[in-house]
C-alpha cells in the first residue's frame, strides 16, 4: 500500500489548493501527470461549478472552458519547454453529473490547449487499486510526487503530502507507467464515446 504515503513531506493548503504547486509547476521540463479518482470534487466559488451545482448545465460547460483556456501561462509553459501534460481519469459507470456536465467539458478545453487527456474504467484497474490503495496524485518531472488527500464526506482537498522515499517514488512512478498503459486517449475511449452519443457536447 502507497498511498496514502506513510514517509511524506507536508504541503500548504491554506490557499484551498496545494500552495507550492506553482513553483514545482514552474519548474517542470519534461512531464506532468495528474491522477484523477473521485467522482466529483468541490469546486465552491469557481464560477463555473456553482453553475453546474444550480443544475445550469450549459452555463457550467461554457464557464470551466472558458477558465481553462485562460489558464494562458500554464500552457505557455509547457510549450516553452516541451513539457507533456498527461491527465488520467479513472471513471466510475455511470459516469456521475459531474464528469458529464462539467469535467468532461473542461476536459475538451484541456484538450485544445495541448494536454493529453486519457480516460480508463475503474474495474480495469481494480488490480492496482486493491495492491496500492492508489487515489489522487500529481507527477512532477518522475522526481517528486504529491499526494492530493480529500475528505470523503464533502470531497474538499484536507492534505497534501510530497513524496519524499526513492523507493516510494519509484513505486508511484511504476504505478503511474501502468495506469497510462492501461487507459486509452479521452477522444478514442468507449466512455467519452458513448457520452457523445447520449448527450449534446
Aim: glycine share 4%; charged share 30%.
Amino acid at each position: 500500500m502507497i498511498y496514502p504515503p506513510s514517509e511524506y513531506s507536508p504541503l500548504s493548503i491554506e490557499s484551498g489548493g496545494v500552495d507550492e504547486f506553482a513553483t514545482f509547476f514552474g519548474a517542470l521540463r519534461s512531464r506532468w501527470v495528474k491522477m484523477e479518482f473521485l467522482q466529483e470534487y468541490d469546486e465552491s466559488g469557481f464560477e463555473g461549478y456553482e453553475a453546474f451545482r444550480a443544475g445550469r448545465f450549459d452555463d457550467a460547460a461554457r464557464l470551466v472552458q472558458e477558465m481553462v483556456k485562460g489558464q494562458t501561462e500554464v500552457y505557455a509553459h509547457a510549450r516553452k519547454h516541451d513539457v507533456d501534460m498527461i491527465r488520467i481519469r479513472v471513471c466510475e459507470l455511470p459516469l456521475s453529473p459531474y464528469l458529464l456536465h462539467y469535467e468532461i467539458p473542461a476536459y475538451l478545453a484541456d484538450i485544445e490547449c495541448g494536454e493529453q487527456i486519457r480516460f480508463i474504467d475503474v474495474d480495469d484497474v481494480r488490480d492496482i487499486l486493491d495492491e496500492t490503495g492508489v487515489s489522487d496524485y500529481v507527477v512532477f518531472d518522475d522526481s517528486r510526487v504529491t499526494a492530493l488527500i480529500y475528505d470523503p464526506r464533502n470531497a474538499r482537498l484536507k492534505e497534501a503530502r510530497l513524496v519524499d522515499s526513492p523507493p516510494l517514488l519509484r513505486a508511484y512512478i511504476e504505478v503511474t507507467e501502468e495506469l497510462i498503459r492501461r487507459s486509452t486517449p479521452m477522444l478514442e475511449s468507449p466512455i467519452f464515446l458513448e457520452v457523445k452519443h447520449r448527450y449534446p457536447l
